[in-house]
Nanobody
Framework: QVQIIESGGGLVQPGDSLKLSCVGYGFRPKNFTMAWYRQAPGKERELVARMRLADNSANYTDSVAGRFTMSRDNGKNTVYLQMNSLKPEDTAVYYC???????????WGQGTQVAVHS
C-alpha cells in the first residue's frame, strides 16, 4: 500500500523556523523525483521545491529561495523541507509529492498545515 505521510507543520511567528518531514511507505522515494507544494486559502497549489533524482540538487520557487532547504534521507525513505525566516505569506497547507514519469506513478500526501502570524 503506497502512502505518503507529512508532518512537522504548526503555528509559528514570523521569523521562526519549521522542518517538515515526508515519509514514503510502499515505495522508495530515492527512485522518485520528490517535491514540496503548498496551497494557501483561495489560491492554486504551487510548487515550492523539487529535488532532482540525478544529483539530489533542489530547485526552489523564488519566494522561498535562500530561506527553505530540501533534503532527503534515503535510508529513512524520508524527504525534508527546512523552512527558515518564515513569513505570513508562507501560510499554507504543504504537500509532499513523489513522481516517477517512467513508471507513470504520482503520489501525494494528505498535507500538513503551516500558519505564520504574530
Amino acid at each position: 500500500q503506497v502512502q505518503i505521510i507529512e508532518s512537522g507543520g504548526g503555528l509559528v511567528q514570523p521569523g521562526d523556523s519549521l522542518k517538515l518531514s515526508c515519509v514514503g511507505y510502499g515505495f522508495r522515494p530515492k527512485n522518485f523525483t520528490m517535491a514540496w507544494y503548498r496551497q494557501a486559502p483561495g489560491k492554486e497549489r504551487e510548487l515550492v521545491a523539487r529535488m532532482r533524482l540525478a544529483d539530489n540538487s533542489a530547485n526552489y520557487t523564488d519566494s522561498v529561495a535562500g530561506r527553505f532547504t530540501m533534503s532527503r534521507d534515503n535510508g529513512k525513505n524520508t524527504v525534508y523541507l527546512q523552512m527558515n525566516s518564515l513569513k505570513p505569506e508562507d501560510t499554507a497547507v504543504y504537500y509532499c509529492n513523489a513522481e516517477n514519469t517512467r513508471l507513470g506513478h504520482v503520489y501525494w500526501g494528505q498535507g500538513t498545515q503551516v500558519a505564520v502570524h504574530s
